[in-house]
């Protein structure tokens, strides 16, 4: 073997001991990661902070919600106050509805537009 071909193969020796020991090192982490997945990822400090933070949405979003129903149950109070002392009242619907049918007469030609909708929806 010539120095070259030594050199060579040294080289070739050293990066592939690289890559294996790169991809051992992936693969431990991957499996080091597997292990820890149940942990809480989250600290008790943080996750305190933001439970309190929910806590404090949940209260402000119920009080907003009751300052709206408070505010629906006067505009319907005053509504039915306002229907009772005699402003106008709503009609009953009619019970029958009246069709008329408007055919054309046999003796009448058609206009020109039917014909030209006529021609456009045959297109």
Known sequence: MSVQEMIVALVGTIAGVGLVGYL????????RAWINRNSNSIPEEQFDRLAQAFIKYKKDTERRLQHLEAIVAEDEGS???RSQSGSKEI?????EIEIEDREPEEGQSQSGEDNNLRNMLRE
Do not use: M, R, Y
């Open 24 to 31: 051992a090192g992936k693969i431990f982490g991957l499996i």
């Open 79 to 81: 509504s039915t106050e």
């Open 91 to 95: 009609e009953a619907p009619k019970q």
